[in-house]
């Protein structure tokens, strides 16, 4: 039997329901009356740093690099045909994407969409691999890999990430190496999709202009039963320091990249904190933000500035991001304004401007179809309520924040990763 349960926000008026479904699949919908477009996202907890893990107590199975994401490029393929020739025939637009720590498969329509959301739970539970098809995607993602190792954003990010872990597999490639899906066979994929991609370790969201009964429909129709198992990843011990303070590439680029990780110790982010955190984070890179105006001021950065809290399965930072002129100089500037920031805290009329924009930008993004459905499945793994954390965000406290920052951010454990110019020969 499933279970649904209705959650209402006194705060934004809004409502979504979560169906523990008889499947083992956990479903959430988010009605949005009126709206033409509809999106459904299926993900499950498994990314490109999942390669050790044991099942029921078992052993320990180690598994090539990037296997999560050339499994997810094999999905698609049917022994019936292509998913995205069936999305073709139906008008919608599908994707699918593997991050560090999930992949999801998704489609936004306008029309037809009892048909898509048949196609997407059909085929992500319909593997089908043979040697021959698996042999011919290997030249496919080896020049997918090529092509990011060639992209100066790209290659930013992971030099720090290399950088800042010794061990964990945060810092390889998502996509892993030529040398590494060489490695990759039939026999494994479906081993890594027999573990990852059962229904109790996996998330369905929809949001739209729909019902319980339109989701219920498809699913109880779609969806495989489950038996649920015990999935255990392996991590090696990580070191709380970072490997390196600096590194540098040369690129064919106009202006030099940079990325300044903050290496955090590794647990797991609770609700209130992530809410903290947001408000953090915008007090020190929005556009409203002191650091952004001195740094701005004195022409070092321009609109590409940013930062992020980068945290998953064993990982925690805070990154900044952006092009400038002087990296190091805006490296050693943001390290200084946090280290004073740390010691006399956010100012109250910073904390209200932060707080107001994390707010008002959680709660419009619920006008988006898409930006609910991908925040449902990030939110769910990390075990955070959408509403929560909005009311958590606007119940927080100047005293809450500062007492945060206190704890993170610490200016001696940081690494610098810069993009440059390459030098005319």
Known sequence: MNNITEVKSARTGDKYYKINHNSGLTIYLYPKPDYNSKYAIFGTRYGSVN???????????????????????????????????????TGANANAYTSFDKTCYLFSCTENFDESFEILLDFVQRP??????????QGIIGQEIRMYDDSPDWRVMFNVLENMYHHHPVQIDIAGTVESIARITPELLYDCYSTFYNLNNMVLCVAGDLTVDDILKTADKMLKPCEKHEIKNYFEDEPYEVVKSYVEQEFPVSLPL???????????????????????ISALSSPASQLYKILDDAKLINQSFDSEYFNGQGYNAVIFSGESRAPKEVAEIIKNYVAELKRNGISKEDFEIAKREVYGESVSALNSVTNIGNSLVDLHFENIDIFGIIDDIAECTLDDVNARLRQMLDTDNTTLSVILPQKEN
Do not use: W
């Not at 590794?266 to 209130?272: A, F, M, N, R």
């Open 128 to 137: 089908y691999f043979t040697k021959e098809t698996v042999a011919k995607e």
């Open 51 to 89: 390669n050790a893990f044991s099942l029921d107590g078992g052993e320990i199975k180690r598994v090539p690099d990037g296997i999560a994401h050339y499994l997810e490029h094999k999905m698609f393929e049917c022994e019936d045909g292509d998913a995205f020739v069936k999305y073709a025939k």
């Open 258 to 280: 940079f990325n300044l990780g903050f290496k955090e110790k590794s647990h797991d982010v609770g609700q209130k904190e992530l809410a903290e955190i947001e408000i953090i």
